[in-house]
């Protein structure tokens, strides 16, 4: 049994796609929180594919992908805002526009370059035991960032997802902590895709928030179950890619949401069984709800 478990890390191409995915869970999770409690789903998930026009211009030209990627999550940011200020399409909509906008200008520009299939895969899927050294170096040091940025602009962040009217009230500029929290989900996007691509990117700042959201009220909690909820979809998703041979990147994504389902599904057997244990049962939960709201 422990031989299963051990054997795929004995290599080392597998103990760096398993270091390298750990480091994007602590940065992904941190980011996923607000983006889960905010609602920004939607706006996560084309700023990790509206990055994508950037690096096919700059994987074509032979430039600095993490520049190009940059530039591309800055006119997608900006042109979000623009939309949504100065027309009456709500902030859904202008996002809805862009992304499709953004997929295919990115698509169209791969597709140009001659090598459509590999590189677009290699983008959207990333090459998880191909990570290198230096893109283990790229996604600490983005890791160390998305912590510090996190603690330092907490209140911020926490007010803001609260009420935009109150951060107002309160002087923390919610407009600018706002396209803050949006630079770093550009961030953490960025300096994964290389190592793990944009899907399993976007997993990560969804799926394990979402899961830890089932369990966890306090917001430094639900950061923490979210990066444990992450590290064990990435180890179940190495060991179970590795010994059937699946597509390691899209594993640990689908590992991941399959585990909200599973915690989902479990938690509301659990609120059905103390729902028929009668008033016992409602009088816990409600001493239990208590405590969160007031503790």
Known sequence: MFELLLEPFAFQFMRNALYAALLTV????LVGTWVVMRGLSFMGDALAHGVLPGIAVAFLLGGNLLVGGAVSAAIMIAGVTLASARSRLGEDTA???????MLAAGVAIISAGGAYAGDLTTILFGDPLGVTRNDLRIVAIASVVTVVATVLLYRPFL??????????????HPRLAHLLMLALVAMVVLTSFRTVGTLLVFAFIVAPPATAALVARRVPVLMGVSIL??????????????HFG?????????????????VLTIREAVDAARRLGGAGGTDFEQIRTRTRTTG
């Open 246 to 262: 699946t597509a390691t990147a899209a594993t640990i994504a689908g590992v991941s949401v399959l585990t909200f389902f599973v």
């Open 26 to 29: 602590v940065a992904a999770s």
């Open 95 to 101: 996002i809805g526009l862009l992304f499709v906008g």
């Open 159 to 172: 007010v803001l997802t609260f009420s935009r009217a109150k951060a107002q009230v309160l002087g923390l």
């Open 229 to 242: 909820v992450g590290a064990l979809g990435v180890v179940a998703g190495l060991l179970v890619s590795y």
